[in-house]
C-alpha cells in the first residue's frame, strides 16, 4: 500500500451539529492525518464548479444549494490508502445504506445531507485539493 493524500468536506449539516470534532477524531483514529484545514462558507459558484461533475444531474441544484447553506471545513488526509481508507469509514452515499459504525451511518439519515464528502480515486483527490488549497497552507509532518 502506498501513502496517499485525499480531499474531504465536513458538510454543512454535520457542521450546524457540532461534529466537527468528533470526525475529526474519526479520521485520526482511522490513521488519517490532517495536512491542512480551514472552515469557508462556499459560493454559489464555487459550489457548482466542484460538483461540475454532476451538472445536468437531478440532484445537482439541491445539492448546490444545500453545499452553500452554511458553512463547511475543508480539509486534506494524509494515510496509507487514504482515498479508499477515507471512502471506508465515511460509509455508503445513501446513509440508509452505509454501514454500522461509519459517518454516514451515525451522523447522517439524508442522501442529500450526508455529512461528509470524500474524493472517489487519487486524481480527484489531487484536482479537489487544489480546488480549495495552495501549496503553502498543506503542512506536511515533520515529526
Ligand atoms: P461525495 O462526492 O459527496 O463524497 O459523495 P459520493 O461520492 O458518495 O456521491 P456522488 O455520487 O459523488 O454524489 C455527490 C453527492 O450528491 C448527492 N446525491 N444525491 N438524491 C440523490 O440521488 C443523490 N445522489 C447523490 C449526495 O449528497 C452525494 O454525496
Ligand atoms: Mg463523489
Same mark, same amino acid.
Given at each position: 500500500m502506498a501513502i496517499q493524500r485525499t480531499f474531504s468536506i465536513i458538510k454543512p449539516d454535520a457542521v450546524a451539529k457540532n461534529l466537527i470534532g468528533a470526525i475529526y477524531s474519526r479520521f485520526e483514529s482511522a490513521g488519517l492525518t490532517i495536512l491542512a484545514s480551514k472552515m469557508i462558507h462556499m459560493? /454559489? &459558484?464555487q459550489a457548482e464548479g466542484f460538483y461540475a461533475?454532476?451538472?445536468g444531474k437531478p440532484f445537482f441544484d439541491g445539492l448546490v444549494a444545500f453545499m452553500t447553506s452554511g458553512p463547511v471545513m475543508v /480539509?486534506?488526509? &494524509?494515510?496509507e490508502n487514504a482515498v479508499l481508507a477515507n471512502r471506508e469509514i465515511m460509509g455508503s452515499t445513501n446513509p440508509a445504506d452505509a454501514a454500522r459504525g461509519t459517518? +454516514?451511518?451515525d451522523y447522517a439519515? &439524508?442522501?442529500s445531507e450526508n455529512a461528509v464528502h470524500g474524493s472517489d480515486a487519487t486524481e480527484s483527490?489531487? +484536482?479537489e485539493i487544489a480546488y480549495f488549497f495552495t501549496d503553502d497552507e498543506v503542512c506536511p509532518r515533520t515529526r
Open positions: 459560493s /454559489q &459558484e461533475e454532476h451538472k /480539509q486534506v488526509l &494524509e494515510g459517518i +454516514r451511518a439519515t &439524508e442522501v483527490a489531487a +484536482r
